[in-house]
């Protein structure tokens, strides 16, 4: 089993960058593909970007492609998001997700372990 925090939400203005960290505790965080989700008042909860086990590979929504990166970090049991160009409407409630498979998935189901999320409010 896994539990996940997310931080480093908060307000920033239009064109403005965050960089969000999921910190994971508990063991084999290394055989967990990871994935990001957001979730904005009254919508459903949406697939950002998701990274494999070893980190060598990548997938992002076409909402955030070029604008997003993932990564992660194995030693330190962390994976992030660098959230570049901001709009209004990234605005929404962030989650961290574990998946005890090797390879992504852009749907929230399939998904093991979910983090609380954290808030990022972008200004215009």
């Known amino acids: 089993q896994v539990q996940l925090v997310e931080s480093g939400g908060g307000l920033v203005q239009a064109g403005g960058s965050l960089r969000l960290s999921c910190a994971a505790s508990?063991?084999?965080?290394?055989?967990?593909?990871m994935g990001w989700f957001r979730q904005a008042p009254g919508q459903e909860r949406a697939f950002v970007g998701a990274i494999s086990r070893s980190g060598g590979s990548t997938y992002y929504a076409d909402s955030v492609k070029g604008r997003f990166t993932i990564s992660r970090d194995n030693a330190k049991n962390t994976v992030y998001l660098q959230m570049n160009s901001l709009k209004p409407e990234d605005t929404a409630v962030y989650y961290c997700?574990?998946?005890?498979?090797?390879?992504?998935?852009?749907?929230?189901?399939?998904?093991?372990?979910w983090g609380q999320g954290t808030q990022v409010t972008v200004s215009s």
């Open positions: 508990g063991q084999r965080f290394s055989s967990y593909a």
């Open positions: 997700a574990a998946r005890d498979r090797s390879s992504w998935s852009v749907s929230a189901h399939e998904y093991d372990y």
